[in-house]
């Protein structure tokens, strides 16, 4: 049981019996030991050169989404979850508009988008009835034409290519493939699932696996046929071979098969992966690398010049958050563009876009409504993303390169949202400690372009907790403050809690203790706007923290050895006393008498100093120095 100390002078160390008077006063010295040793900095100071305190920064998103903590030096380019714009460096932003096209007034989705001459052809109500769209400049829908066609079937797959000098659009059908050198097409019943044009020449495959060429429109001539059972082919297309040179592939269901044309065979490639029919057109070539969906989230990246294979799927880390609107789902489309692979995402509840810019994956779009295709197009010379969302045609505006949204402002135009729809969650920030606990004391934000509409909301959530977010309370482990109007264009600075203030800029906190305790830390940030030529600007998010140890005490007093006491001679104290500075275990020290236990410690003594009378007695004064572990 836990020990009492009554008298004056007295202390209890090592349980029950072992009392001891103490001399000098009979005072014992305590002393806080739990403390990280102080910072020292040399020369010339950086961000985290304060003494008592430490800082990370978030100023830098371009490594892409699904990293879920970070210890604050690692992944710190990366998000949890995003929907803004976070290809650039040094910004987050709102994402470019997304421009809403009429549907041409049929009802059903949008199976198929490609191009000829200018102009889009696309294939809706169930893939069956083709439809003939016209861009317009800038960011303004275009105008749809009249039906142009009747398919035999649902479309499955879709090309443009030149053959002999004539521009054609074909799409392929369970019933054979249509194509068309203007708007009137002609349909070849060749069974054909999928198209690839190569070596002038245009290709074809069947559900079978059965690959065929034409080198005259309309005259197919059987090739290779796969060894695999029917069903197994999703995509067929272009992509170089060991020695860098353009052949033809095929993806399936349990790998990447390579055409040897020589021979008229398919050959097995180093891509192979269990059974899975999830991936459909999920195969594309970028940047000399190919790109092969092997069901569900996952994406295999070859580089068959260096013979090397990395998953690079929105599968890696921690994916995609479904909690967040990032629904899990299959990849059915990859679609190569300047800046990197286009993703197109099924889910059971939310559709989404990504894009894969050779670093990590990146926010497009997520549609209203059932997301049917995607496909990138140039078409009437505007370099566009195209999506369908049902029989509604959607689009943004693709970049050959990356702009900074700085220097090039004028060009952007911002999607207008006043609601909760972008934001960009933080990983987990623990320091690489989750055992012990810290303390959250100030944030900083540095921002540009902020004025009463275009609003920059800061979020925080604590140890693992998922809360939603969408509303501040001090009882769930979140707390919010918004940045608004020009006053706040710069650095702001909010000390922790700060409970939904929209102060501008946020003043310091006066309702309670500054500081929040914390394990693990989070961020959401939320950018509304109400300007298409203008977006808040976040250049930076800093947090400073300090480590807090669990408080741990030393203590050091002076034992009386020079008579009996408690019942017990000098020499009996000094063994006893040698007994509990050699024993493995803790010992209880208390030397108080109050009526609970939290002056009871328990401590390893790490030194002991004795002063002893010589002869028999063993009389004398030992120092004893103990510390809590």
């Known amino acids: 049981m ?9 202390i209890s160390l090592n349980g029950a019996g072992n009392r001891y008077r103490l001399s000098g006063g009979g005072r014992v010295r305590q002393t806080l030991q739990s403390q990280y040793p102080q910072k020292r900095v ?11 305190t430490s800082l990370v920064v978030w100023d830098d998103w371009t490594g892409g989404i699904g990293l879920y903590s970070t210890n604050g030096k690692e992944g710190m380019n990366r998000s949890h979850f995003n929907r803004c714009e976070t290809r650039f460096k040094g910004h987050l932003t709102l994402p470019k508009v997304m421009t809403e096209a009429a549907d041409p007034g049929a009802a059903g989705t949008i199976l198929e988008i490609n191009e000829r001459a200018g102009v889009l052809h696309c294939a809706l109500v169930g893939g069956t009835d083709a439809y003939v769209y016209t861009p317009a400049s800038g960011v303004s829908a275009g105008s749809w034409g009249s039906k142009v066609h009747d398919f ?53 495959i069947d559900n079978t696996g059965q690959l065929w060429f034409s080198t005259a429109i309309g005259v197919e001539v059987n090739d290779a046929k796969l060894s695999l059972p029917a069903g197994y082919v999703n995509e067929l297309f272009t992509g170089p071979d060991a020695a860098g040179e353009d052949i033809l592939y095929v993806s399936t269901n349990v790998g990447l098969y390579a055409h040897d044309a020589a021979n008229a065979r398919f050959v097995k490639t180093k891509v192979a992966f269990p059974q899975d029919g999830t991936a459909k057109h999920g195969a594309a070539t970028w940047n000399g690398e190919i790109y092969v969906a092997a069901g569900d989230m996952a994406v295999w990246r070859y580089d068959p010049v260096g013979g090397t294979i990395t998953s690079v799927g929105l599968d890696r880390d921690a994916g995609l958050d479904s909690g967040a609107g990032g629904d899990v789902g299959d990849i059915v489309r990859l679609v190569p563009v300047h800046s990197g692979v286009i993703a197109q995402v099924n889910g059971a509840t939310n559709d989404s876009i990504w894009e894969y810019n050779g670093i990590g994956w990146h926010f497009v779009a997520i549609p209203g409504g059932g997301l049917g295709t995607v496909h990138a197009s140039d078409a009437g010379g505007y370099y566009r993303l195209y999506w369908s969302d049902a029989a509604r045609l959607e689009f943004r505006v693709l970049d050959t390169g990356h702009v900074n949204p700085d220097v090039y402002a004028a060009n952007i135009t911002y999607d207008q949202s006043s609601d909760t729809r972008y934001f960009l969650v933080t990983p987990w920030f623990n320091a690489g400690q989750n055992e012990i606990d810290k303390t959250a004391i100030r944030i900083r934000l540095d921002c540009t372009k902020i004025t009463d509409d275009e609003i920059i909301k800061v979020e925080y959530a604590l140890n693992y907790a998922n809360v939603a977010y969408e509303s501040a309370s001090t009882s769930d482990g979140k707390s919010e403050f918004s940045i608004i109007g020009t006053a706040s264009n710069g650095v702001t600075s909010a000390e922790f809690p700060k409970i939904g203030t929209t102060a501008t800029p946020p003043v310091a906190n006066t309702t309670s203790q500054p500081g929040v305790d914390f394990r693990a830390i989070r961020f959401k940030i939320t950018l509304n706007g109400d300007t298409a030529t203008s977006s808040p600007n976040l250049k930076s998010l800093s947090l400073e923290w300090r480590r807090k140890l669990k408080a741990r005490y030393g203590f050091t007093f002076d034992i009386d050895r020079t008579s009996r006491y408690a019942g017990r001679s000098p020499k009996e104290q000094k063994a006893a006393l040698v007994t509990a500075f050699e024993q493995g275990t803790m010992v209880e020290l208390t030397y108080v008498d109050d009526t609970g236990n939290s002056q009871n410690y328990y401590v390893d003594i790490t030194s002991m100093e004795d002063v002893q009378e010589t002869g028999h007695g063993e009389a004398g004064v030992t120092r004893i120095t103990a510390v809590e572990s």
């Open 2 to 10: 836990a020990q009492r100390v009554k008298d004056r002078s007295e």
């Open 152 to 204: 035999p079937a649902a479309v499955t797959d879709s090309l443009n290519f030149t053959l002999g000098g004539t521009e054609y659009v074909a799409f392929a059908h369970t019933g054979g493939y249509s194509y068309t050198s203007s708007t009137s097409y002609t349909d070849d019943t060749t069974d054909t699932i999928r198209l690839a044009f190569w070596d002038d020449r245009l290709w074809g």
């Open 42 to 52: 040399f020369g010339d100071v950086d961000k985290d050169s304060n003494p008592r």
